[in-house]
């Protein structure tokens, strides 16, 4: 079956301009996580959906992201006003219930640079 | 507060040494849950291991073994006569219960280059 997938691969913008990531889980995975990870560091959350809500958004850094799940399959990670410092690997990652135990299986991400 | 410390960023070995990446974690729970992930150049992560706190058996699958001791608060991985295609980023992370569910969190990882 397919696996996590995250469109697009990589994305170059410009400081200040809006962008979305979205990503696609494995089927009938209800628990869906967006990580962010920077150069020679370790996956950073972001937040944690369960169904179609937010579970934890702990992880968001501030107000200019946000991440949606409406149907509660296919997630999309929005950023608005990039900032060069935005410039990382944003992974996704789904399990099938979100149980602490559980595998998380991880999309191969989305290269964002901003310029 | 949870945290996940790899103190050693890069290893360098030749092939069929052996070779031993530390983990050590921080939580303040008694139910939580570690995991070792792999991260080879394509940059996709891959689930190695997963061991819940209530087990401390060690577990070996052919030449990846794994340490766990609660009472340091550590769970090593052990490649056994390491093979080029072992070179890749390995990342230990710790799962516990959060504000909605369970949040990983994971260590800054270690670069392992096995040369041949």
């Known amino acids: 079956g397919a696996g996590v997938s995250q469109t697009p691969s990589n994305k170059v913008t410009e400081k200040g301009k809006y962008v979305e990531l979205r990503c696609d889980p494995i089927?009938?995975?209800?628990?869906l996580y967006w990580y962010r990870q920077s150069l020679g560091q370790g996956p950073e959350f972001l937040i944690y959906?369960?169904?179609?809500?937010?579970?934890?958004d702990s992880g968001l850094p501030n107000d200019r992201f946000f991440a949606v799940r409406p149907e509660g399959s296919v997630s999309t990670l929005k950023i608005q006003r990039t900032e060069r410092g935005d410039s990382a690997v944003y992974l996704c990652?789904?399990?099938?219930?979100?149980?602490?135990?559980?595998?998380?299986?991880f999309g191969p991400g989305t290269r964002l640079l901003v310029l | 507060a949870q945290k996940v410390t790899q103190a050693q960023t890069e290893i360098s070995v030749v092939e069929k040494e052996d070779v031993t990446l530390d983990c050590v974690y921080e939580?303040?729970?008694?139910?939580?849950?570690l995991f070792w992930y792999k991260q080879p150049p394509s940059g996709e992560l891959v689930f190695l291991i997963r061991?819940?706190?209530?087990?401390?058996q060690n577990e070996i699958s052919g030449r990846y073994s794994w340490n766990f001791q609660k009472s340091t608060s550590s769970f090593n991985f052990t490649i056994t006569a390491s093979q080029v295609v072992d070179s890749a980023v390995y990342f230990c992370?710790?799962?516990?219960?959060?504000?909605?569910?369970?949040?990983?969190?994971f260590g800054a990882g270690t670069r392992l280059f096995v040369k041949a």
């Open positions: 992370a710790l799962s516990e219960a959060g504000t909605g569910g369970f949040k990983t969190i």
């Open positions: 061991r819940n706190s209530f087990d401390e």
């Open positions: 959906f369960q169904g179609t809500g937010a579970a934890d």
């Open positions: 089927s009938g995975h209800t628990a």
């Open positions: 939580t303040r729970d008694t139910t939580y849950y």
């Open positions: 990652a789904s399990s099938l219930t979100g149980r602490g135990w559980e595998t998380q299986y």
